[in-house]
């Protein structure tokens, strides 16, 4: 099983381009929205770390994102709670998935938080900062501070950059991309089948 990642900015298109991919995603977003809808041990502690902020369950995602928009600090305290379980559903991911050619792991905060094995493909996603902001803009819970300390959260990115393997550019129409990231996909294939 081939493990590729994509990385890059808030915003880039990081869950667009590996939908592309048409194998399995790991989508740490997805993940994270489920275990604030049904996991009541993570809701308890947060409730107790954050008290002035968490009021019922299941968590709200105007909630945190108003303690994270206060306080930078609260993003620490609520990443120590909520990362751990990510990485367990990503483990049970992997286990389920281990037959396959390929599969795409799609975490905003994969560098951080050492998610990365060494035999893994980075993909970095790349955009214009005019398409980001956009996107961005069309978000629910649209908040400039509260992307601002989640930006600074995240390693530079021309460290990630350096680290990748390979660049992609999404700035084109869908149809494009689409060709773009199968012809993509086949030299990862044949790359790894060669060596």
């Known amino acids: 099983m081939i493990r590729a990642a994509v990385i890059g900015s808030i915003g880039s298109g990081k869950t667009f381009v590996a939908k592309l991919f048409k194998c399995p995603v790991f989508n740490a977003d997805d993940e994270v929205k489920i275990i604030y809808k049904t996991n009541k041990l993570c809701f308890n502690k947060l409730k107790k770390i954050l008290p002035s902020y968490i009021k019922s369950f299941p968590i709200k995602k105007k909630e945190l994102v108003?303690?994270?928009?206060?306080?930078?600090?609260?993003?620490?305290?609520?990443?120590?709670?909520?990362?751990?379980?990510?990485?367990?559903?990503?483990?049970?991911?992997?286990?389920?998935?281990?037959?396959?050619?390929?599969?795409?792991?799609?975490?905003?905060?994969?560098?951080?938080?050492?998610?990365?094995?060494?035999?893994?493909?980075?993909?970095?996603?790349?955009?214009?900062?005019?398409?980001?902001?956009?996107?961005?803009?069309k978000r629910p819970?649209?908040?400039?501070?509260?992307?601002?300390?989640?930006?600074?959260?995240?390693?530079?990115?021309?460290?990630?950059?350096?680290?990748?393997?390979?660049?992609?550019?999404?700035?084109?129409?869908?149809?494009?991309m689409k060709k773009k990231i199968n012809v993509l996909k086949k030299s990862i294939l044949y790359e790894r089948n060669s060596s």
């Open 66 to 137: 108003e303690a994270i928009s206060k306080d930078k600090r609260n993003l620490k305290k609520i990443s120590y709670i909520v990362h751990p379980l990510v990485r367990q559903k990503m483990n049970l991911f992997l286990k389920k998935n281990r037959k396959q050619k390929i599969v795409l792991l799609d975490i905003p905060l994969l560098i951080e938080n050492k998610l990365n094995k060494k035999g893994d493909i980075l993909i970095f996603i790349k955009s214009k900062k005019s398409k980001i902001f956009n996107r961005l803009k």
């Open 141 to 176: 819970n649209f908040n400039l501070k509260f992307l601002k300390n989640l930006q600074e959260n995240q390693t530079k990115l021309s460290k990630k950059i350096k680290l990748a393997d390979y660049i992609v550019h999404n700035n084109y129409p869908a149809n494009i």
